[in-house]
């Protein structure tokens, strides 16, 4: 596949492989996890690792191996670890733990349902949600259908970005002052908080992915 000058530029500014093993996988190793913890409950109580080693009867050098997950600790040193910072033993295998989670929808399976602004006939199928998650980011993947009693509404307007992938059918949709003819295999992708819809119905019934992701609220 060629790229074109633009593309090329877009992609040498990208950072993340999405074939590779990423070094933050490398908290699922439990030295890894447990380091991370033992430098956070350190850093929460302004201790020094000076200070930690003389209440731990450690080394600095080893104190500094545990926390950068390069060795991995006996329950002594834990214990020991766990008492001169007041936490529970089990508090520095939190991250460890953390259940990591994944939604398998299958198909017909969404949950259909009526989103804030949705229009008379546009059919929206919820494929899946995880709420509360460590990225920081909520995203809501929809299967939407338009069919000839559908209405055009070019004048969504929500926070976050959102992505659409056409499946079937023919829609020319609105985002900000332009207009763009979505045919099947097509990809728009832009920031929702500009008006945004269905302009024109060319094609039905037509179909759509549209993935929309936000920041995560507390």
Not at 107 to 132: D, W
């Amino acid at each position: 596949m060629k790229l074109k000058n633009n593309d090329k530029e877009m992609a040498t500014n990208l950072t993340q492989d999405p074939h590779s093993v990423r070094s933050g996988d490398r908290e699922k190793v439990l030295e890894v996890a447990i380091g991370r913890e033992v430098r956070a409950f350190r850093k929460q109580q302004n201790t020094t690792v000076a200070e930690l080693a003389q209440l731990t009867g450690l080394s600095i050098g080893m104190l500094s191996k545990i926390e950068n997950g390069n060795t991995s600790p006996s329950l002594t040193t834990l214990q020991s670890l766990a008492d001169a910072l007041s936490v529970p033993l089990t508090s520095f295998f939190r991250q460890f733990e953390e259940r990591r989670e994944a939604v398998h929808t299958r198909a017909g399976e969404g949950v259909e349902l009526e989103r804030e602004g949705t229009r008379a006939n546009h059919q929206y199928n919820l494929l899946g949600h995880i709420g509360a998650n460590g990225s920081g980011v909520i995203v809501e993947p929809y299967l939407i259908t338009l069919t000839v009693e559908s209405d055009v509404f070019p004048t969504f307007q929500h926070g976050g970005i959102e992505t659409i992938y056409m499946l079937e059918g023919e829609v020319d949709y609105r985002h900000g002052d332009k207009i763009y003819p979505l045919k099947p295999g097509d990809t728009l992708f832009f920031d929702a908080d500009a008006p945004h819809g269905p302009e024109r119905l060319v094609n039905l019934p037509a179909r759509y992915i549209s993935v929309i992701s936000y920041p995560q609220t507390n």
